[in-house]
């Protein structure tokens, strides 16, 4: 008996120790990687879910040269300058009353400085007062060293009957010594004299590239409207203008309690006492083109404040009884009409003012009882509630939006830091239909950028993804499961040698690639010949069955019979290739008799549907061919596992070759297959240069194959070069990457729970 070397025996334990304990420490580290990046891009997602905050960071009387005169409007400006930081320069303005604006500083201290003098826009005395939202007011500037400016444009009504249009421009920056600098300027945009008949008692003004239009409304419910128009213009290019006077007087459905001209000054929006919105819309000449009058509150609900949201497009209407909507025009075939299209805030009082964002959907309101309400119009999200120690009288936003103002009757001032977080997504707008500007209907809509509101949807980015998985999958799973069966049983052992490894390079090749040749290559191809390919479909099975019926009467002889025993491919190749040229030769005349000369015209004549040459089938064979190997390699590894034992007892007793492996080979290898199913669809679903470079990135809800879409993965590279970091795109995009890693997950859960059962049923396999 041999004795035993136990220096030997020592050393291969040690050995073995070491390996287990390497091998279990690779294991935990790649879980905690796995587990720390899900933390990571779950953590950067997060605070697109947290609401907004504010800090109050003043409250103190307004300097005395200020309380002489009623205060009318605030406005405020902040610059921070870092995050959590509070090192900052804020300063702000008042217009009086009594025609004067005083602009402040608001010093370390907290209390503000007057930086007189203000501006003086008049001699008499103001009556009202409607703030105008420009149209980008990011683009006003005082000089090339202001960072941003607090450029806000007011309607100013005098007691006279005239109206002036005047812009207040604030800014605060430090210097290169870190010394607080205020800038600030008054612009008067554009006046209008008194009406010649009446008294005005509300006036709202705006100027533009068509000139000063002005509506003023008059004790007796009449409204004014003037507008400058163009007369002539001579050779040399100058113009001659003159103001048009039109009176609004018939088919008016109440009295008037608010008003609003959009930007071009073309439309006005007027609401009354009784929940009717009037809608009057002028022509270049000052004549009106259509006027109707809509019900917006059935129950005859007071109108109270009425503003412009950013953009131009949507209608923001305050009511009596607190609530807080917008109204858009949609058109139709028969008519166009305004509509409400979003519900935000109900409040306890009256809302009696409306403060649009100068940079988002944002509204900041304020109610009867004193309170401020900032709200963001597309998400329908309440953002926060602001009061002071007394009710405000009045209210200030920042062209930032990174601060409020507000002061009460006795003119005690509130100065509050908003971080507004990221009101534009909810759970509505990322995965539910929103009701955007310009659109008829509530949509799922992507546009990140190029827009005056982002659309962050989900939902056609998702659909995307589910939508090239689905293609490919179609393609890829019969072509590599057919293949996995012959290779496995009807071909020879030196066949199958040479095969398999040549199916497992094609997974060497990089994806790069296969987008690269899909879009320079395939898509064109598809272009030209889509019809041939269709064709084939017919032509292809056609010569099958007919070759097959030869063969019937072929195979008596021995080389035929010679050829069954695994060389069936030889014969197959020359009928794939006769089957693809009859398609081809076919084609010029199939494309002729059904689709008039142009397959590509006939599809949009009769759905309305484009053809993309990057489309989803084209994407489908490269992504295919990326998941081929995958599946294949899997499959046949899992039919090769089967004991030979099972498979000679079928054939023993009489079973074909077909019917072993469907009836006892597939069922028994099903747990592998499937799971390499899976994991093909997986390696689909988080493909990402492929579906980059072969599709047209079009987020679209549309199953057709002849058209684009976006993928999760390829959202992600499409996006992440113009995403600022901690901005709503940045984190919506980690949100992206959290959905597919989420989506992959559950994926192979269930693959795992699949396979697992049918290990059971079937046994060990």
Known sequence: MASLDRTRLAAVKFWDMIARAVITLGGVVIIASVILILLLIV?????????????????????????????????????VLGEGRHENAMSGYVVRDDGTVMFLEFLDSGAPEARAPGGQLGDSRILGVEQVVPPDARKDATVAAVHASDASKYTLLWDDGSASLVEAILAGRFDQRGKRILEHRLKVRGEVGPVPQGKATMAVMRSGENGTTCARLMADNRISLSREVTVSQGLLG????????????????????????????DTLYAGTDNGRLLVVQTDDEGGIVFQDAVVAFPDERAITALAMVYGDVSL???????????????????????VRIHELGQY???????????????????????????????SEKHLLSL??????AWVGYSERGNAIIGGDATAQLYVWHVSPGHPEVSWKTLFGKVWYDNHDEPKYLWQS??????????????????????????????????????????????????????????????????GFLVLLWLAPLLDDWIVAVFVSFLTMPACFVAFMTAWQWLRKYDWGKRVENGYEFIVLIPVVIVGAALAVWLEPFVTAWMFDGSFQQWLFDST??????????????????????????????????????????????????????????????????????MIGFGRAVGETMIVFMATGNTPILDWSPFNGFRTLSANIAVEIPEAARGETLYRILFLCAVILFGLTFLLNTVAETVRQRLRRKYGRY
């Open 608 to 677: 309305g549907n484009r053809y993309d040459p990057l489309n989803s089938l084209a994407v489908a064979f490269g992504l295919g061919y990326a998941v081929i190997p995958i599946i294949f390699s899997m499959s046949e590894d899992s039919l090769s596992a089967i004991p030979h034992e099972l498979a000679a007892s079928s054939l023993a007793l009489g079973a074909s070759r077909w019917q072993t492996v469907s009836r006892v080979i597939l069922p028994s290898a099903s747990p592998g297959i499937f799971a390499a199913v």
């Open 387 to 392: 009061r002071g120690s007394s009710r405000l």
């Open 316 to 338: 923001a209407v305050g009511d009596s009884q607190g609530g807080l909507t917008t109204w858009s025009e949609i058109r139709t075939e028969e008519e166009r009409r305004l």
């Open 238 to 265: 100058g113009t001659t203008t003159e103001t048009r006077y039109l009176w609004i007087d018939r088919n008016i459905p109440g009295k008037i309690t608010a008003m609003t001209l959009n930007q071009a000054g």
């Open 348 to 378: 306890a009082s009256p809302v009696i003012a409306i403060r649009p964002s100068q940079r988002d959907q944002t509204l900041l309101s304020l109610t009867e009882d004193g309170s401020a309400h900032l709200d963001y119009v597309t």
């Open 43 to 79: 953590w950067v997602t997060l605070p697109l879910f947290t609401g907004a905050s504010s800090d109050a960071r003043i409250a103190i009387p307004a300097p005395p040269a200020a309380t002489d005169a009623a205060i009318l409007a605030v406005g405020v400006d902040l610059v």
């Open 449 to 514: 950028s190029g827009a005056d509101e982002p659309k962050f949807s989900l939902v056609p980015i998702i659909f995307g993804t589910l939508k090239a998985t689905v293609y490919a999958m179609l393609f890829a799973t019969p072509l590599a499961l057919f293949g996995a069966m012959y290779v496995s049983y009807f071909t020879t052992p030196a066949f199958r040698n040479v095969i398999k490894p040549m199916v497992e390079v094609m997974a060497a090749v990089p994806s790069v690639v296969v």
